[in-house]
């Protein structure tokens, strides 16, 4: 079976499945990832996808996933899970990658639903 669903004002997904569960969890995985339709800091639509890659000094690759707005230069980050699979990071984590939580238990939002301006200070 296969879908094809307007996610945002810019993006159109095709997903396939064998069953609608598996073709719900695509459109699921796919609205977390692309669903974003305007910055969280400026509220600007002029957003786009960018992708870096690269080796450190030890040898090993990275890659960055992000969104940036062409308005205010601000970056929502994507993490990358065990799974190979992207999410847009969220929630604030500690050195270690663990989520930080507030004193009754509750996962810290990064503000401006986790869209960042770079700050060289």
Same mark, same amino acid.
């Given at each position: 079976?296969?879908?094809?669903?307007?996610?945002?004002?810019?993006?159109?997904?095709?997903?396939?499945?064998?069953?609608?569960?598996?073709?719900?969890?695509? %459109?699921?995985?796919?609205?977390?990832?692309?669903?974003?339709?305007?910055?969280?800091?400026?509220? /600007?639509?002029?957003?786009? #996808?960018?992708? *870096? !890659?690269?080796?450190?000094?030890?040898?090993?690759?990275? !890659?960055?996933?992000?969104?940036?707005?062409? /308005?205010?230069?601000?970056? %929502?980050?994507?993490? %990358?899970?065990?799974?190979?699979?992207?999410? #847009?990071?969220?929630?604030?984590?500690?050195?270690?990658?663990?989520?930080?939580?507030?004193?009754?238990?509750? #996962?810290? *939002?990064?503000?401006?639903?986790?869209?960042?301006?770079? !700050?060289?200070?």
């Amino acid at each position: 079976m296969q879908v094809q669903q307007k996610i945002n004002s810019a993006t159109i997904v095709t997903v396939e499945g064998e069953t609608t569960s598996e073709v719900f969890q695509q %459109l699921a995985k796919a609205f977390a990832v692309f669903g974003v339709g305007e910055c969280g800091a400026c509220e /600007s639509k002029d957003i786009y #996808p960018n992708f *870096r !890659s690269g080796i450190d000094k030890e040898g090993t690759a990275y !890659s960055y996933h992000e969104m940036k707005c062409a /308005s205010c230069y601000s970056t %929502l980050s994507y993490g %990358l899970g065990k799974d190979k699979e992207i999410y #847009p990071k969220t929630f604030e984590v500690d050195k270690k990658g663990k989520q930080v939580k507030t004193d009754d238990g509750k #996962p810290v *939002r990064i503000e401006n639903k986790g869209w960042t301006k770079y !700050s060289s200070s």
